[in-house]
């Protein structure tokens, strides 16, 4: 096996959270992504939203669409994508979580609240990696943004972000984020944020606990991004009593609580 991470790359994203991976993927697979992101834009499922209000530009997103939309399968299946993901969370196997589409317009003003993603999620586990890659430039002010070494816990409250509502767990359950703006800028050593400039090629890989957020886009360029969500050897199905996001409704009745997330929604993408 040709490995695709270094040492030093692997143990960053142990000790922070979060790397960059510089253009491990090729003109073509940044043509299908993107042509799985227009495709994507053209047919919304269901699932899709708008996360941005209606005075401001669109900031459109949509989840779990690679059954449906041959582009974004081939790049899932095909890319590279997989096996950095394994290779980050030290996994000998990597299953696929969920795609999701993110995509805002020239101007969006709405910028992505901090929000660690497992809380949102029916699963549990420490060996994951989500894939945040952009096929268009992003300058480093509308790039993510990653708080560094946040993926060891503890797990914050998850809000909605047009109004900050608590959907998941009951409100008081989880401790609320801290004002990480208002930290830093009362002891700049407070919190350590990492955020890349990015050129279609680039790539930035994350823990699903890792606390994060973005900008809006102010300049004249789109930026659409296609995330995926992989999960490594310890990822097991957690069953919520709430409706999860994305939600994977009946699954609870397929899959026991605590079990490897051996099911057709779930393919397994690469292997040692």
């Given at each position: 096996?040709?490995?695709?991470?270094?040492?030093?790359?692997?143990?960053?994203?142990?000790?922070d959270g979060a790397v960059v991976v510089r253009q491990a993927f090729d003109a073509e697979h940044v043509r299908w992504a993107t042509e799985a992101i227009d495709a994507n834009l053209a047919a919304l499922?269901?699932?899709?939203?708008?996360?941005?209000?209606?005075?401001?530009?669109?900031?459109?997103?949509?989840?779990?669409?690679?059954?449906?939309?041959?582009?974004?399968?081939?790049?899932?299946?095909?890319?590279?994508?997989?096996?950095?993901?394994?290779?980050?969370?030290?996994?000998?196997q990597i299953r696929l979580y969920h795609d999701h589409v993110l995509v805002k317009e020239p101007g969006t003003r709405q910028r992505t609240p901090w929000h660690q993603d497992q809380p949102y999620y029916n699963v549990d586990g420490?060996?994951?990696?989500?894939?945040?890659?952009?096929?268009?430039?992003?300058?480093?002010?509308?790039?993510l943004q990653i708080v560094a070494g946040s993926h060891r816990g503890p797990w914050y409250m998850p809000r909605t972000f047009l109004d900050a509502q608590a959907k998941?767990?009951?409100?008081?359950?989880?401790?609320?984020?801290?004002?990480?703006?208002?930290?830093?800028?009362?002891?700049?050593?407070?919190?350590?944020?990492?955020?890349w400039e990015l050129k279609p090629g680039d790539a930035i890989f994350f823990n699903m606990l890792s606390v994060h957020g973005a900008a809006g886009v102010a300049g004249p360029?789109?930026?659409?991004?296609?995330?995926?969500?992989?999960?490594?050897?310890d990822m097991v199905h957690a069953p919520r009593r709430w409706t999860t996001s994305p939600p994977f409704p009946g699954l609870e009745?397929?899959?026991?609580?605590?079990?490897?997330?051996?099911?057709?929604?779930?393919?397994?993408?690469?292997?040692?």
């Open positions: 096996m040709i490995r695709l991470i270094d040492d030093e790359t692997r143990q960053a994203y142990a000790r499922s269901p699932r899709a939203k708008r996360a941005s209000a209606d005075d401001d530009a669109p900031f459109i997103e949509d989840f779990c669409n690679w059954q449906r939309l041959p582009a974004m399968e081939r790049f899932i299946r095909n890319s590279p994508a997989a096996q950095i993901a394994a290779e980050l969370s030290n996994s000998d420490r060996q994951n990696a989500s894939m945040w890659f952009p096929v268009d430039p992003v300058p480093k002010e509308s790039s998941w767990f009951p409100e008081g359950s989880l401790a609320d984020l801290p004002d990480f703006e208002g930290d830093i800028e009362r002891d700049a050593d407070s919190w350590r944020i990492l955020s360029g789109r930026r659409r991004v296609l995330s995926v969500r992989f999960l490594g050897d009745a397929e899959l026991p609580d605590g079990v490897e997330m051996d099911h057709p929604l779930f393919p397994v993408l690469w292997k040692r």
